[in-house]
């Protein structure tokens, strides 16, 4: 029934995508209202904008489908899950193919904009004998008119384009793979199977933080410069027509961001995508201008390029899931457990928090007949050669402490409340007894960034970071390592020029430890 409800419901939307009607648009550029396939191309962009909203719609019904589905232990699960993988594919594959169809109209809308623009500019009078080949940054009539300072630094960002496109590139790969990974992930039926694609989608979300901020700090600075220095030159050359336009275009991504903002999944991706083709229009008029004809050839290349990366990518809400399998404690006549049932092996769980009864330690294995019926037990071979019996599998401490008052009244000498937690297990009645193992982020080198900063303030907020040197700092403690090596990695990301190592911080031994066995 669920799945078809999902599918009525999918294609409800798509004939309701397919219905979507235009509406009337307002030319970008002031004299192409009356170009009729100019008007055409920009009330198409507008419908499959529509379009593909509809349809991203769709996938985030079904993601939130297919979450709300792993949690449930029905034997329909994997049904309803591999159903709605087929609607999902058939969704992003109508997504895609939309997205494709846009980038072409796109390119034909710019194209006749480009077009209209440049062919009602003139060269600069102190520019109409220069050469049609040649760099606008090594022109010499645009470096004249320009404050050394401000080429100066014009260039030296110039220099870092790469690296910003690289950031953006690398970002959109690795949000496709994080996608690809937490689909499988959904899927997943054990957990060491599930943790070991969370592991690979937690490092390509790692990068992606680290990129995002890189981006957003290399590409504003350069954005921001090159809008400034352009506008420059633009009025001390009388050009308020070019003025008017970029401004016009200026708004336009602006408005195209507002229009996007709650289907992106990296606010900065999108300023880059939306802002460089802006700031190429300013060189591409600059170089017009300046009789440039071949550098406009290549900024019209690289605008197209830019263009044809997908910013508007949908957030991937990511549900940790957890495998903890909670069973109350029950008493049973007799045991349930012999030598063809043992008492099973006691299941660690990497992620999750779970309360056990334990119930003693014993220097060897011990027969089910001595726990009193309980149910179930599970045995944990520790590393000094002991074995350890616990009872139930419980979800709460305070459902544990009621447990422990049952299991004395059954005549239990001292059980106890143990904890694990993502793994990591506490012994809750004997805590602040038992060694503590903490982790400290150490960073040498040199200065913490901004970046690195936010980095830090955004994955490790609650831990205290402290400047022992100059170029040396100290972050946490922190209780985990996994969570250690994350903010580490990240901050060597984020700035290669810093050494970071995670430390193991152990509480200095206590001089009368107590070894008691319960048998």
């Given at each position: 029934?669920?799945?078809?409800?999902?599918?009525?419901?999918?294609?409800?939307?798509?004939?309701?995508?397919?219905?979507?009607?235009?509406?009337?648009?307002?030319?970008?550029?002031?004299?192409?209202?009356?170009?009729?396939?100019?008007?055409?191309?920009?009330?198409?962009?507008?419908?499959?904008?529509?379009?593909?909203?509809?349809?991203?719609?769709?996938?985030?019904?079904?993601?939130s489908?297919?979450?709300?589905?792993?949690?449930?232990?029905?034997?329909?699960?994997?049904?309803?899950?591999?159903?709605?993988?087929?609607?999902?594919?058939?969704?992003?594959?109508?997504?895609?193919?939309?997205?494709?169809?846009?980038?072409?109209?796109?390119?034909?809308?710019?194209?006749?904009e480009?077009?209209?623009v440049?062919?009602?500019?003139?060269?600069?009078?102190?520019?109409?004998?220069?050469?049609?080949?040649?760099?606008i940054?090594?022109?010499?009539?645009?470096?004249?008119?320009?404050?050394?300072?401000?080429?100066?630094?014009?260039?030296?960002?110039?220099?870092?384009?790469?690296?910003?496109?690289?950031?953006?590139?690398?970002?959109?790969?690795?949000?496709?793979?994080?996608?690809?990974?937490?689909?499988?992930?959904?899927?997943?039926?054990?957990?060491?199977?599930?943790?070991?694609?969370?592991?690979?989608?937690?490092?390509s979300?790692?990068?992606?933080?680290?990129?995002?901020?890189?981006?957003?700090?290399?590409?504003?600075?350069?954005?921001?410069h090159?809008?400034?220095?352009?506008?420059?030159?633009?009025?001390?050359?009388?050009?308020?027509?070019?003025?008017?336009?970029?401004?016009?275009?200026?708004?336009?991504?602006?408005?195209?961001?507002?229009?996007?903002?709650d289907?992106?999944?990296?606010?900065?991706?999108?300023?880059?995508?939306?802002?460089?083709?802006?700031?190429?229009?300013?060189?591409?008029?600059?170089?017009?201008?300046?009789?440039?004809?071949?550098?406009?050839?290549?900024?019209?290349?690289?605008?197209?390029a830019?263009?044809?990366?997908d910013?508007?990518?949908?957030?991937?809400?990511?549900?940790?899931?957890?495998?903890?399998?909670?069973?109350?404690?029950?008493?049973?006549?007799?045991?349930?457990?012999?030598?063809?049932?043992?008492i099973?092996?006691?299941?660690?769980?990497?992620?999750?928090?779970?309360?056990?009864?334990?119930?003693?330690?014993?220097?060897?294995?011990?027969?089910?007949?001595?726990?009193?019926?309980?149910?179930?037990?599970?045995?944990?071979?520790?590393?000094?050669?002991?074995?350890?019996?616990?009872?139930?599998?419980?979800?709460?401490?305070?459902?544990?402490?009621?447990?422990?008052?049952?299991?004395?009244?059954?005549?239990?000498?001292?059980?106890?409340?143990?904890?694990?937690?993502?793994?990591?297990?506490?012994?809750?009645?004997?805590?602040?007894?038992?060694?503590?193992?903490?982790?400290?982020?150490?960073?040498k080198?040199?200065?913490?960034?901004d970046?690195?900063?936010?980095?830090?303030?955004?994955?490790?907020?609650?831990?205290?970071?402290?400047?022992?040197?100059?170029?040396?700092?100290?972050?946490?403690?922190?209780?985990?390592?996994?969570?250690?090596?994350?903010?580490?990695?990240?901050?060597?990301?984020?700035?290669?020029?810093?050494?970071?190592?995670?430390?193991?911080?152990?509480?200095?031994?206590?001089?009368?430890?107590?070894?008691?066995d319960?048998?």
């Amino acid at each position: 029934m669920k799945r078809k409800l999902v599918l009525v419901s999918l294609a409800t939307l798509f004939l309701g995508v397919c219905d979507v009607v235009a509406q009337d648009v307002v030319a970008r550029v002031t004299g192409l209202e009356s170009n009729k396939e100019y008007m055409d191309l920009l009330r198409s962009d507008d419908k499959l904008r529509q379009q593909t909203d509809s349809l991203m719609a769709v996938v985030r019904e079904v993601r939130s489908a297919m979450r709300a589905n792993v949690e449930s232990r029905d034997s329909l699960v994997q049904v309803r899950t591999d159903s709605m993988l087929l609607i999902l594919s058939d969704a992003e594959s109508a997504i895609f193919a939309m997205r494709s169809q846009k980038i072409k109209l796109i390119d034909r809308i710019n194209t006749i904009e480009q077009k209209f623009v440049l062919e009602g500019l003139g060269n600069i009078g102190g520019a109409q004998n220069a050469q049609a080949a040649g760099s606008i940054f090594k022109n010499e009539y645009f470096t004249k008119s320009i404050e050394p300072d401000d080429l100066k630094l014009l260039i030296q960002l110039q220099g870092k384009e790469a690296a910003v496109r690289e950031y953006a590139t690398t970002y959109v790969k690795n949000y496709n793979n994080i996608k690809t990974l937490y689909d499988k992930y959904l899927q997943a039926t054990t957990e060491a199977d599930a943790e070991a694609l969370y592991a690979e989608m937690a490092t390509s979300m790692d990068e992606n933080f680290v990129l995002e901020r890189q981006l957003a700090k290399a590409w504003s600075e350069i954005y921001d410069h090159k809008i400034y220095v352009y506008s420059y030159f633009l009025e001390k050359e009388n050009r308020e027509d070019i003025l008017e336009i970029t401004e016009s275009m200026m708004m336009e991504a602006r408005q195209q961001k507002l229009l996007s903002v709650d289907n992106c999944a990296s606010e900065s991706l999108a300023d880059y995508c939306l802002q460089k083709p802006v700031a190429l229009n300013y060189e591409m008029y600059v170089a017009k201008l300046l009789n440039l004809t071949s550098s406009i050839d290549s900024l019209s290349s690289a605008s197209r390029a830019v263009r044809q990366i997908d910013y508007r990518l949908p957030m991937i809400d990511i549900e940790r899931r957890s495998f903890v399998d909670y069973e109350a404690i029950e008493f049973h006549s007799r045991s349930p457990y012999n030598s063809s049932n043992p008492i099973p092996e006691c299941v660690v769980y990497e992620y999750g928090t779970i309360y056990r009864i334990l119930l003693g330690t014993y220097k060897v294995k011990q027969s089910p007949s001595i726990f009193r019926g309980a149910a179930p037990l599970f045995v944990e071979a520790l590393e000094d050669g002991r074995f350890a019996y616990y009872a139930g599998g419980l979800h709460s401490s305070a459902e544990a402490e009621a447990a422990v008052e049952v299991m004395k009244k059954k005549g239990f000498r001292n059980p106890q409340v143990v904890e694990w937690c993502d793994g990591r297990k506490t012994n809750l009645d004997e805590q602040g007894e038992g060694e503590q193992i903490s982790f400290r982020v150490v960073i040498k080198g040199g200065v913490l960034d901004d970046t690195v900063k936010e980095i830090i303030s955004t994955m490790a907020s609650e831990a205290q970071l402290s400047k022992v040197a100059d170029d040396e700092f100290l972050l946490g403690m922190f209780t985990s390592r996994a969570t250690a090596d994350r903010v580490a990695q990240a901050i060597m990301k984020c700035d290669e020029n810093l050494s970071v190592e995670v430390v193991e911080i152990r509480p200095e031994p206590e001089e009368d430890e107590s070894d008691e066995d319960d048998e």
